[in-house]
């Protein structure tokens, strides 16, 4: 059992820890009590997940907000800000966060081109930063089950639209084993394990 050495994990054309970036917008308040498309409580569960993913990586993470700072809208949920106590929170008055100086020069900034991206809604807020940043070249990562929409038709047709212009559709299964990639990466296999036995998978692992 030979493990081919590592490709160069900046140029690979799978996801890696150092290739990519973690776009997580407007994960506030009215817009997850307005989700339909999900169990809210799943929904809340699978983008906890998501962000420990993220950090156990070491992916950075460009976080959004839209309308705190017009008090029209409260913060990210102290469930997921608690796990960024670090980051910059972009807030903005554009529905498409693309269309924000501040959160695109930030996505600018970190000089990755493959962009893992959960947002809610799905036919606002994920779909259109996905599809203008799929026009300027960046290939496009949803976390299809950490996202949702106002209703399942809204949801899924999104999905439908962003698949079609050039996103990735990813899950966060999938996500996880392409950034752990090889079990003998003892630094995080054993988190890895752990993480995704906590989301109801490896379960008799």
């Not at 590592?6 to 989700?35: A, M, W």
């Not at 983008?47 to 990586?57: A, D, G, Q």
């Not at 036919?123 to 996905?130: K, S």
Request: with cysteine; hydrophobic share 40%.
């Amino acid at each position: 059992m030979t493990s081919e050495a590592r490709r160069d994990p900046q140029n690979d054309n799978l996801l890696t820890p150092e290739n990519s970036v973690f776009l997580l917008i407007d994960y506030q308040p009215v817009q997850i009590d307005s989700v339909s498309s999900v169990p809210r409580g799943e929904l809340l569960d699978h983008i906890e997940e998501t962000v420990k993913l993220m950090n156990l990586y070491k992916v950075p993470t460009v976080l959004s907000t839209v309308n705190v700072g017009t008090h029209r809208n409260q913060d990210t949920i102290p469930r997921l800000r608690s796990l960024l106590p670090d980051n910059v929170s972009y807030d903005r008055t554009t529905i498409n966060a693309w269309e924000d100086v501040e959160f695109k020069q930030a996505v600018k900034a970190t000089g990755r081109k493959k962009l893992i991206i959960a947002g809610l809604w799905t036919e606002a807020c994920l779909a259109f930063p996905t599809l203008d940043a799929l026009k300027e070249g960046y290939e496009v990562f949803p976390v299809v089950d950490a996202v949702g929409g106002t209703s399942t038709v809204a949801h899924e047709i999104a999905l439908r639209r962003i698949e079609q212009a050039g996103a990735q559709l990813t899950s966060i299964a999938q996500l996880a084993c392409e950034l752990q990639r090889d079990w003998n990466r003892s630094e995080t296999a054993g988190d890895y394990v752990q993480l995704m036995a906590e989301g109801g998978m490896f379960q008799n692992f």
